[in-house]
């Protein structure tokens, strides 16, 4: 894979950081991708792009599980008829990469972790055949973090290959006895700005579909539609208000917008998700104090006069 390098030094050792071009895509379709040499499994990838298939032969050889840690925003991680969010910090494992889909929203940088499944304990396979999430506090994933984090920095020394082994051991030895967040039938445990980015995004970008139901939301980021309305009740406003406040605010920016002052008043309405050009109207007035026709009169003024 054709790419650039550049070697950082750190604390007198070296890093090499890996620089994708267009026509040789990073994993996860990232911008630049950090990990030790020789590699140990361990690696950084910097600015995932959104909706991106797991690309295996990037990441792990067949027989590998695959821990993702997201530093912030949110990860949708969907395998087979599963799916869970990890949030900022949290972790997931999967023992079958090549069947999972991922969605990073809003990630500048995933940490990954590649293992052998024959080092992965029982507990851990079970956590990972559920989908279930380490939550950030988890002592074990924080102590994996900051050690991993170290390892990349150069601040402790890897030289030789026993150390390398040990190294890696630990940390195969440290996600073995992480606890997960979720247990079988109870709740995912209570991440607003995690799970709402995440949430408010996938709205934003379905926000033309008129049949957008609070259910199809609440089973694409695999929690209960109760939950679902207990983080809008958490912002003071329900689900359904959220979206119509949305797709009011996208009329607003088309009726204002010149490059949209030949698209009907109808067809803005209709391409932001309303099915009822009165209802459109109606809730539109109220929101702005104006009719469409009259804020798209005025806005033209505005232009003409400063022409």
């Known amino acids: 894979m054709p790419q650039s390098e550049i070697d950082l030094h750190l604390g007198a050792r070296a890093e090499r950081r890996f620089v994708f071009d267009g026509a040789s895509p990073a994993p996860f379709g990232a911008s630049a991708m950090l990990r030790l040499e020789p590699d140990i499994g361990l690696m950084s990838l910097f600015a995932p792009s959104a909706t991106v298939s797991l690309p295996v032969r990037d990441l792990g ?7 993702l840690r997201p530093a912030d925003g949110a990860l949708i991680v969907t395998c087979g008829a599963r799916r869970a969010v990890v949030g900022g910090r949290e972790a997931i494992l999967l023992m079958a990469p090549a069947q999972a889909t991922l969605l990073p929203m809003q990630i500048s940088r995933l940490d990954c972790l590649t ?3 024959d080092a992965v304990s029982e507990r851990a396979r079970v956590s990972a055949q559920e989908l279930r999430v380490f939550g950030a506090g988890d002592d074990a994933l924080q102590m994996l973090g900051n050690y ?7 601040m402790i020394p890897i030289r030789t290959s026993e150390l390398r082994e040990l190294a890696r051991h630990f940390m195969f030895d440290l996600v073995n006895i992480m606890s997960p967040e979720s247990l079988p039938g109870r709740e995912p445990r209570h991440r607003p700005d995690e799970r709402m980015n995440a949430i408010k995004s996938d709205i934003e970008a379905r926000l033309e579909d008129r049949r957008l139901t609070a259910r199809e939301i609440a089973e694409r980021h695999g929690i209960s539609l109760r939950y679902l309305q207990k983080l809008f009740e958490d912002e003071r406003t329900t689900f359904s208000e959220f979206v119509l406040q949305r797709r009011l605010d996208r009329a607003l920016r088309l009726l204002q917008s010149a490059g949209s002052w030949e698209t009907s008043i109808t067809e803005i309405a209709f391409g932001v998700g309303f099915g009822d ?3 459109f109207n109606r809730t539109f007035r109220r929101r702005f104090g104006a009719a469409p026709r009259d804020i798209r009169a005025n806005q033209r003024a505005i232009v003409a006069v400063q022409a």
């Open 277 to 279: 050009l009165s209802y």
């Open 115 to 117: 293992i052998p499944t």
């Open 148 to 154: 991993g984090a170290a390892l990349l920095r150069g």
């Open 61 to 67: 050889a067949e027989g590998e599980a695959l821990l």
